[in-house]
C-alpha cells in the first residue's frame, strides 16, 4: 500500500510563495517508478489538475494546467521519496486544499483526469489572502 503525506501548506499574502512536499511511502516498492501529481480543490468546485511529474521510466517529464504553468513548478527527489511543488506568484484563485497523487501505470494522456489516479493524500491546505 503507497501511503502520500503532504505538507508545507499556510496562509499567505498574494504574490507570495509556497513550497509543497509529498513523502511517498511504500513496502517494496520504488518511488522512482511512480508518476507523481497534484491537484487542487477548492470549495465548492471540482478537483482540478496542477501538475504532474512522470517516473523515471517516462523520462521525468513535467506538465502543468495552464492556470499554473508559469507561477508552479513540480519536482521530486528520488533520494528521499518525496515530490514537492513550489509555487510562486500566488494569487487568491490558487486558495484551495492540494493534493499529492501517485501511480505506477498512469499514461500521458491520462494525467489531467484525477479518476485516474490510484494513491492520494490527505491534503494540504493553501490560503492565498491580503
Known amino acids: 500500500q503507497v501511503q502520500l503525506v503532504e505538507s508545507g501548506g499556510g496562509s499567505v499574502q498574494p504574490g507570495g510563495s509556497l513550497r509543497l512536499s509529498c513523502v511517498f511511502s511504500?513496502?517494496?516498492?520504488?518511488?522512482?517508478?511512480?508518476?507523481m501529481g497534484w491537484f487542487r480543490q477548492a470549495p465548492g468546485k471540482d478537483r482540478e489538475f496542477v501538475a504532474a511529474?512522470?517516473?523515471?521510466?517516462?523520462?521525468?517529464?513535467?506538465h502543468y494546467s495552464d492556470s499554473v504553468k508559469d507561477r508552479f513548478a513540480i519536482s521530486r527527489d528520488n533520494a528521499k521519496n518525496t515530490v514537492y511543488l513550489q509555487m510562486n506568484r500566488l494569487k487568491p484563485e490558487d486558495t484551495a486544499v492540494y493534493y499529492c497523487?501517485?501511480?505506477?501505470?498512469?499514461?500521458?494522456?491520462?494525467?489531467?483526469?484525477?479518476?485516474?489516479?490510484?494513491?492520494w493524500g490527505p491534503g494540504t491546505q493553501v490560503t492565498v489572502s491580503s
Open positions: 497523487a501517485a501511480d505506477s501505470r498512469i499514461i500521458l494522456s491520462s494525467l489531467r483526469d484525477g479518476a485516474n489516479w490510484d494513491y
Open positions: 511504500a513496502s517494496g516498492r520504488s518511488f522512482r517508478t511512480y508518476t
Open positions: 511529474i512522470r517516473s523515471n521510466s517516462g523520462g521525468g517529464s513535467t
